[in-house]
């Protein structure tokens, strides 16, 4: 039952993701969106210091944190919210979830079969090339069907 709801959350998250993936997202200026937007409306650095409550050195600071990607999360909602603006933060997986999931399980049996194939080979035991992947493959499926913990 566990398993079912697993699947049906990773689906979920694959389609949600997927868009995501797919999408075209505009680079990151590299004065920082704060100052690119600050500075696209017109506004000093004083007058943004003033509406978020800091000196207009601090500003500079924070601009200088974001573009140098050590900012965080919150003091970067807190100067989306003063721009009127949303943050909009997500981590986008370079492919799909089930795809990391299955080469993640092949590599472990690949990881798990390696030493016996290698012992095998030494005693003249080896396996057919074809028998080898298929054991491969049903390993791999094993792994995936168990608890997806073991994985990691």
């Given at each position: 039952?566990k ?9 979920q998250?694959?389609?949600t ?5 797919d999408?075209h ?6 004065i ?9 409306l ?7 210091a ?7 050195h601090s ?18 909602r807190?100067?989306a ?7 909009q933060?997500?981590?986008?997986p370079?492919k ?7 080469d ?11 030493p016996?194939?290698?012992s095998m080979g030494?005693?003249?035991?080896a ?6 992947k298929k054991?491969l ?6 792994i ?6 073991n994985?990691w």
């Amino acid at each position: 039952m566990k398993k079912k709801y697993a699947n049906l959350r990773l689906h979920q998250m694959d389609s949600t993701l997927g868009k995501l993936r797919d999408a075209h997202l505009p680079i990151p200026p590299s004065i920082s969106w704060v100052k690119a937007i600050r500075e696209s409306l017109g506004m000093s650095a004083s007058r943004l210091a003033r509406k978020l409550g800091v000196t207009p050195h601090s500003i500079f600071k924070l601009e200088k944190a974001e573009a140098s990607e050590k900012i965080t999360l919150a003091t970067l909602r807190k100067l989306a919210n003063v721009l009127d603006c949303e943050l909009q933060y997500t981590l986008v997986p370079r492919k799909p979830l089930e795809e990391l999931l299955e080469d993640r399980a092949m590599s472990l049996a690949l990881e798990r079969l390696r030493p016996i194939s290698h012992s095998m080979g030494l005693e003249d035991q080896a396996v057919e090339k074809s028998a080898s992947k298929k054991q491969l493959q049903l390993l791999a499926k094993e792994i995936l069907d168990g608890p997806r913990r073991n994985l990691w």
